[in-house]
């Protein structure tokens, strides 16, 4: 049972884990935005609707990533350029995605495609117990794995990384160094779109193979959450992700199993589990969070820092 | 406020100001051509179910008040320097705790005792759940933005698992909601519509919140701890305690909203009873830049475009959820020309 | 943040409701709304009946539909939906079609619904089991209207409830899920644990179990009508816990049967026939045909005879008239299993077979229904709130 659950872990972790890498290197930016909710949404649908209308996946994720990233140029704009209040310029384009896809997404809602499948890596995936849960997923999983490893080497390793680091830390330092903040700021912005793109493609294209209004039900704004979880890091985002996916498998897991226990509780445990960590290693660790994030999260608290 | 005042900028301010509505509604009205609808008559049907009778009317402004109340509870802490987005959990808490004590209460008391009683104990419940973000935020320094932004996933969850258990209607064959409010717990309906007594109380809030942030000590103290947390402080004054009371009001304040909505039309708890109230508040206060008088007029504003949304799927046969178009178009245009620095 | 820009654009912002005021002032007059019989209050439309007819239900000049999700989700929407389009069909040069999709099971349907009283709707069809309570609510304004619900079982003045015995063909299609199956062991994604869908796991598993006597029905509870994403992984953890033959009561039904033809195993349908979408492991499945229903029930109520008569009631049919129905058989499903499942059927149309013929067992080995007693239909479901045996899972508390 176990074996399951951690490959179902993987599954339903694998979306979010798309938008919240993402949203970790906006945040890194010093930005936070909730409209990555509605990036995926387009993501999903831009998936669906070009994997049905072309046959292909790859084309699908690809047009998935650019909706993504199209949608959150909207909160680029309106973040970087104006100067608007992030958190609300981020509900309203989680709004404005939501709109699009239930005005264009309708006709898609019967239609049939051949999306991504699962892998079946000879010999590795028939290991007893390890075999189910991590080698018999869909490349994009793997990707995703891959993809937190890359973006960790490229934040702590390169000199981008430290650029954006810098961007999101004191912007008088990438200032200084030659680097324009707000460019640095937009291209986090669009990356950050562009994931949560391919984490709405993910589940419209390889996870559920379909289309239906609403379907990210919140998993985009749970990323933004789990950003915070994962100390704004590529590699706690993948135990961050697998984690949510995981409260979510076991609770079927559990119900197959004929134990009664409550979804309700299982599902907020990573919530709950956020906040202890907030309170225990964050009072160490208060240094993690880039400090451009503390003007966005309520100039008050920067301030009492001290 | 009286300066001197020529014509050309106030021309500019109206035109500003039309602007930022007619260019979300030509770019919807392109939105709605793009799917073969004619614009005009789609308006005029959304007008004509949310202005233009007397049941479109009451239907917006049933919906504006828990949204001016919810916009209220990010106004009050955003005067002492906080950002409350924890107004939908505190919302859905309010209304837990309404439906907890209609439960106790029943009809056993009179009406004019119990909606004051249930009142108060949504406004608690709400409390409650935002003075966890106001302790965690003066107490442990934790930010409270992402305190009262994850604490709102716990809140669905919260409701959800009381309103599976032991709320739950025993008459209800399981499925999940609470048993019906005593006619006791609802506030009175106008007859033949479902405008109700209880959204008398969002206008009276506003006023009320108005009154207090700017007409009183505890107001000049929000704003001077918002302006300058280390001014105050040097006046002596306690700046955690005030932003755990500027909390606390907030969260009293959208608890308040949820009894509402819950003794007003919902009348019984549902796992989505709420939903997305707290968030749109949240935008209707950022709208007008955290007045509380505005917040009336940016509430119904979001709740007409909502509500036109029905219009649009009945008539011009849309997906209902496509008037979110319109609603992100006004939002974002007027977020636009906010500059914040 | 400097409070002076700030008030200017929040004047702006002022002037600008009040030029949405002007906006919408100037529209009003010109919208239709003054139709002749749309009242603009409802205390006038009850005192002042038209004179054409005082039957509730009649006068009108619309039927309103509403739907929790979308027409084409190959379930329960869709089949509904084709049940409206039948009542188009036969009415819709008299009375206009209102349809509404995707209205949430709360105070919102009461919205939609009032707006579509405002419409001039005096029928209106609620068909989801969550809009029961809201047409109530509704109809409690508005005695001249009609509000029939789909699978409540409740009913008031004004209100009527409908529903098919859809079990009966879910039955069926246990019979073919225990026949084919391996393993054994057949799983069951359910949204809630309401009467209807308890009534449809307890006959799947009796159906199973009356050609398989190990026969037992995995049950998982995903807590909505239509999230896709959990539909999958439901049916990977069923897969995982050894099922080969899954089938579902979730109102999109699309998901499932083919997440169910990718992972190898077999899938039962519900609500519409869904045989394209797994050519290799679709066995059967129960589906609804509300056409005739919709447009009898419609046809009482425009003539005037809604009030006592069988709709005015909780009204329940089935496979004899046609309401449900068995889908067409899968590729693989053999002629002998065929013929037993048909001969079932007709064993049923003939009234000589009804599978909750007690004795009937839950999980705990508690007899239901005793020995020989067959409930009626409303009976049956009103106390129907366990799983019978060889159910594995628990029901949510």
């Known amino acids: 049972m176990l074996e399951s659950i951690i490959a179902g ?243 079927l897991s559990l119900q197959a199993d004929g134990v009664d226990a409550s979804p309700f509780l299982l599902s907020m445990v990573p919530y709950l589990l956020t906040l202890a960590v907030l309170l225990v290693v964050g009072r160490w660790r208060r240094n993690v969070m880039p400090e451009g994030l503390k003007a966005v999260f309520g100039s008050a608290s920067a301030r009492s820092v001290a | 406020m009286t300066r001197q005042i020529t014509l050309a900028p106030i021309a500019r301010r109206w035109a500003g100001a039309a602007g930022l509505i007619v260019m979300p509604v030509v770019l919807f009205g392109l939105f709605l051509a793009l799917a073969g609808q004619n614009p005009l008559d789609a308006y005029i049907a959304m007008l004509s179910n949310t202005l233009g009778t007397t049941n479109g009317l009451g239907e917006t402004a049933v919906r504006a008040a828990p949204l001016v109340l919810a ?154 701890v918002g302006g300058n947390a280390e001014a105050a402080r040097r006046a002596g004054i306690n700046v955690a305690r005030t932003q755990l009371i500027a909390m606390l009001i907030g969260g009293a304040l959208a608890g308040l909203a949820g009894m509402v909505h819950v003794s007003g039309v919902e009348g019984r708890l549902l796992p989505t009873t709420g939903v997305g109230f707290g968030y749109t508040g949240f935008l209707a206060a950022w709208m007008v830049g955290q007045n509380p008088l505005l917040a009336i007029g940016s509430a119904t504003v979001l709740s007409m475009i909502a509500v036109s949304g029905d219009s649009l799927q009945i008539a011009a046969n849309l997906p209902a959820s496509s008037v979110n178009v319109l609603t992100a178009m006004v939002l974002l245009g007027v977020l636009a020309n906010f500059k914040k620095r | 943040m400097s409070m002076q820009q700030l008030s200017i654009s929040r004047r702006s912002v002022l002037v600008g409701f009040a030029a949405m005021s002007l906006l919408a002032a100037c529209a009003a007059p010109a919208t239709p709304t003054k139709a002749p019989d749309a009242p603009a209050a409802a205390p006038a439309s009850a005192t002042t009946a038209p004179a054409v007819a005082s039957a509730p239900g009649t006068g009108g000049t619309a039927i309103g539909f509403i739907f929790v999700g979308p027409k084409d989700d190959y379930g329960y929407n869709q089949a509904a939906y084709l049940g409206s389009k039948a009542v188009e069909d036969k009415f819709g040069k008299n009375l206009k079609i209102l349809r509404a999709e995707n209205v949430p099971e709360n105070e919102e349907a009461e919205r939609v619904m009032e707006n579509m009283i405002q419409q001039g709707a005096k029928i209106i069809f609620a068909t989801s089991y969550g809009h029961l309570d809201p047409a109530i609510n509704v109809a409690k304004r508005h005695p001249d209207v009609v509000f029939v619900h789909q699978g409540g079982a409740k009913h008031t003045a004004n209100v009527g409830a409908y529903f098919g015995t859809i079990w009966q063909p879910v039955y069926l299609s246990g019979i073919a899920a225990g026949k084919m199956s391996k393993t054994g062991k057949l799983g069951y994604i359910v949204a809630f644990p309401i009467p209807q869908t308890l009534l449809n796991i307890n006959a799947f598993t009796l159906g199973a179990q009356s050609v398989n006597p190990n026969a037992t029905t995995t049950v998982v509870f995903t807590a909505n009508w239509c999230d896709p994403a959990k539909q999958t992984e439901a049916v990977k953890t069923l897969v995982a816990a050894g099922v080969d033959v899954v089938t579902q009561h979730q109102d999109c039904a699309k998901t499932i049967v083919e997440a169910s033809e990718r992972a190898g195993i077999m899938s039962v349908g519900y609500h519409a026939d869904g045989s394209p979408l797994a050519p290799k492991g679709w066995l059967t499945g129960s589906q609804w045909n509300w056409g005739n229903l919709y447009s009898d029930i419609v046809q009482t109520i425009v003539d005037g005879k809604w009030v006592g008569s069988k709709y005015d009631a909780i009204y329940r049919e089935g496979f004899k008239e046609g309401v449900v129905e068995l889908s067409p058989f899968g590729a693989s499903v053999t002629d002998d299993v065929k013929k037993l499942i048909n001969d079932k059927k007709q064993t049923m149309l003939d009234g000589k077979f009804n599978p909750f013929t007690g004795p009937i067992k839950d999980q705990d080995g508690k007899v239901r229904i005793a020995d020989g007693v067959q409930l009626d239909t409303v009976k049956l479901e009103a106390e129907t709130t366990y799983l019978v045996q060889g159910v594995v899972g628990a029901l949510p508390k």
């Open chain 2, 71 to 224: 916009a209220l509870a990010t106004i009050v802490p955003a005067r002492a320097g906080l950002i409350n987005v924890g107004g939908e959990g505190q919302l859905m808490i309010g209304a837990l705790t309404t439906t907890a004590m209609a439960m106790v209460l029943r009809d056993a008391l009179p009406i004019w005792l119990t909606l004051p009683i249930l009142a108060i104990a949504g406004a608690f419940g709400g409390l409650l759940w935002a003075g966890i973000a106001g302790a965690l935020r003066t107490r442990f320094n934790l930010n409270e933005t992402i305190c009262t932004l994850l604490l709102n996933y716990v809140a669905v969850l919260v409701v959800g698992f009381f309103v599976h258990g032991l709320l739950k209607d025993p008459a209800s064959f399981n499925w999940p909601f609470s048993p019906p409010f005593a006619d006791a717990a609802r506030f009175p309906e106008l007859p033949g519509s479902r405008v109700h007594l209880g959204i008398l109380i969002a206008p009276i809030a506003a006023i009320v919140v108005w009154y207090m942030t700017s007409r009183t000590y505890l107001g000049l103290r929000l704003q001077v």
């Open chain 1, 9 to 251: 872990a993987i599954r339903a972790g694998t979306p979010v884990l798309f938008a919240c890498l993402g949203e970790v290197i906006v945040e890194r930016a010093g930005l936070v935005n909730l409209g990555t909710e509605g990036s995926m949404l387009v993501g999903a649908l831009a998936g669906f609707a070009i994997t049905a209308g072309t046959g292909s996946a790859l084309l699908g994720v690809i047009a998935g990533a650019l909706a993504g990233l199209l949608l959150s140029l909207v909160f680029g704009y309106l973040a970087i350029q104006r100067r608007a209040n992030q958190l609300a310029t981020g509900l309203a384009v989680l709004t404005l995605g939501n709109g699009i896809t239930a005005f264009f997404g309708r006709s898609f809602v019967n239609q049939q495609i051949h999306g991504i499948n699962p892998l079946h890596i000879p010999i590795l995936s028939d290991i007893p117990f390890v075999g189910a849960a991590f080698f018999q997923q869909d490349i994009m999983a793997y990707l995703a794995g891959i993809m937190a490893v890359v973006l960790w080497l490229f934040l702590y390793r390169t000199r981008w990384g430290l650029v954006l680091r810098a961007t999101g830390e004191r912007e008088e330092v990438a200032y200084a160094g030659g680097y324009s903040p707000n460019r640095v700021r937009w291209a986090a912005v669009a990356f950050g779109g562009l994931m949560a793109g391919v984490g709405g493609a993910y589940l419209s294209v390889a996870y559920t193979l379909n289309w239906i209004e609403g379907m990210t039900a919140g998993r985009g704004v749970v990323a933004v959450a789990l950003v915070i979880f994962a100390s704004w890091s590529p590699l706690q985002a993948v135990f961050a992700s697998y984690l949510f996916g995981g409260a979510q498998a076991l609770q």
